[in-house]
Antibody, heavy 116, light 108 residues
Framework: QVQLQESGPGLVKLSETLSLTCTVS?????????WDWIRQPPGKGLEWIGS???????DYKPSLKSRVTISVDTSKNQFSLRLDSVTAADTAVYYC?????????WGQGTLVTVSS | EIVLTQSPGTLSLSPGERATLSCRASQSVRSNYLAWYQQKVGQAPRVLIY???SRDTGIPDRFSGSGSGTDFTLTISRLEPEDFAVYYC?????????FGQGTKVEIK
């Protein structure tokens, strides 16, 4: 059974860097598929942030590309999100997900609040 | 970027009624790579439909998807109490991947 679990600070200061890790169990990242980050501001809709393939190839939403880095560590079966220079608009629940074609497995989500 | 517009924003229906949700794309979705997700409060979304019309494993047959190109529909034939939730369409045919803004199905 595939499971994903986000971890990282729930509070990040304005202009600093948000860092989250997604730990995957029940499936080896190195076996394939895309590994994605998606976020959802409180009370709002879903926004795709970007993805990493098991090879390390990445794809990002253009409007976030200058601030986002997604990386993979196959030895730990984890992938990570780094978002630089955060603002209040980056406050959201952050989900990690596996993407076969559609998103088929999701983490439970973690709320990250940006505050001054 | 493909913009997905869902309508209506809110659908107020009673259990047992039929729900019809629309998702319109700003340009054709490659190979009809469109999925529908259900999200309940405090939970992650779960996929219902992929490839515009294929039900995911374990999804009841009261859920059906149709459409192609730029116009897609999710139909719930008879609403059960557990179906009241927010529904999102999402296209995965081209990057960046995009979601619709959601349709809330609420109890009338």
């Amino acid at each position: 059974q595939v499971q994903l679990q986000e971890s990282g600070p729930g509070l990040v200061k304005l202009s600093e860097t948000l860092s989250l890790t997604c730990t995957v169990s029940g499936y080896s990242i190195s076996s394939g598929f895309y590994w994605d980050w998606i976020r959802q501001p409180p009370g709002k809709g879903l926004e795709w942030i970007g993805s990493v393939y098991h090879t390390g190839d990445t794809d990002y939403k253009p409007s976030l590309k200058s601030r986002v880095t997604i990386s993979v560590d196959t030895s730990k079966n984890q992938f990570s999100l780094r978002l630089d220079s955060v603002t209040a608009a980056d406050t959201a629940v952050y989900y990690c997900a596996r993407r076969r074609s559609n998103f088929d497995y999701w983490g439970q989500g973690t709320l990250v609040t940006v505050s001054s | 970027e493909i913009v997905l517009t869902q309508s209506p924003g809110t659908l107020s229906l009673s259990p047992g009624e039929r729900a019809t949700l629309s998702c319109r794309a700003s340009q054709s979705v490659r190979s009809n790579y469109l999925a529908w997700y259900q999200q309940k409060v405090g939970q992650a979304p779960r996929v219902l439909i992929y490839g515009a019309s294929s039900r995911d494993t374990g999804i009841p047959d009261r859920f059906s998807g149709s459409g192609s190109g730029t116009d897609f529909t999710l139909t719930i034939s008879r609403l059960e109490p557990e179906d009241f939730a927010v529904y999102y369409c999402q296209q995965y045919g081209s990057s960046p991947l995009t979601f619709g803004q959601g349709t809330k199905v609420e109890i009338k």
